[in-house]
């Protein structure tokens, strides 16, 4: 089976600090992807990379930044937390795979972290 | 950003009714996913739907993608408490790369 596998299920962390979540895959995907989830506003994609080393800014990147020096790992970095980024954060991989304008992008995504920052 | 609109936000139904869900778009996507989401975990892919006017099954559920390709349903006939959980769209990004999702549908089966 896929695994998603996020290091942490709950986090509590204080304004001001740098946080750091961690996320592996097992399936060689090339895709990788960190969304945050908050009631009423859905999942929206704070980064995504599709190869190692390689990112691109998703719909809300602003007060994060993202590291993928292996091709497994995929981090989310919190540069100086702040109480609005308190959220479910979910990261998810899947296989880049397109056949004619047919694109099979099968998200599969890790048990979420819910960070709280005070 | 392409906008997936899903309706209705919540539902609550007795087991044992019929219910259809959503996902509503401007934009053509090449496909649309469902996904669902129970308490504390991660979506979990439901289907994919690829060709304008395709309908699939999987048991009591019935995706149907728009002949546009702009929008999306799902119906679940005869619901049981086991799909209490949030109903996400999803569809490929301009990018090529990432889904865009839409807010979902939190459906509650009591028995």
């Known amino acids: 089976d896929v695994k998603v596998t996020q290091s942490s299920r709950y986090l509590v962390k204080r304004t001001g600090e740098k946080v750091f979540l961690e996320c592996v895959q097992d399936?060689?995907?090339?895709?990788m992807f960190w969304y945050r989830q908050d009631p009423g506003l859905g999942l929206r994609l704070i980064y995504f990379?599709?190869?190692?080393?390689?990112?691109e800014k998703g719909d809300i990147p602003e007060g994060y930044s993202v590291s993928r020096e292996k091709k497994e790992r995929f981090s989310l970095i919190l540069e100086s937390a702040s109480t609005n980024q308190t959220s479910m954060y979910l990261c998810?991989?899947?296989?880049?795979?397109?056949?004619?304008?047919?694109?099979?992008?099968?998200?599969?995504f890790g048990q979420g972290t819910r960070l709280t920052v005070v | 950003t392409q906008l997936l609109e899903q309706s209705p936000q919540f539902l609550s139904i007795q087991e044992g009714e019929n219910l259809t869900v959503y996902c509503n778009s401007s934009s053509v996507f090449s496909s649309l996913q469902w996904y669902r989401q129970e308490p504390g975990e991660g979506p979990v892919l439901l289907v994919t739907?690829?060709?304008?006017?395709e309908v699939k099954k999987l048991k009591r559920l019935t995706f149907q993608f728009g002949d546009a390709r702009k929008d999306s349903s799902l119906h679940i006939t005869a619901a049981q408490p086991g799909d209490t959980g949030l109903y996400l769209c999803?569809?490929?990004?301009?990018?090529?790369?990432?889904?865009?999702f839409g807010k979902g549908t939190s459906l509650l089966v009591t028995p």
């Open positions: 990379s599709y190869d190692v080393k390689m990112k």
């Open positions: 998810a991989s899947s296989l880049y795979d397109r056949f004619g304008e047919q694109v099979n992008t099968e998200a599969f």
């Open positions: 999803a569809g490929v990004s301009n990018s090529g790369y990432a889904l865009n």
């Open positions: 739907v690829v060709t304008g006017g």
């Open positions: 399936m060689d995907h090339e895709n």
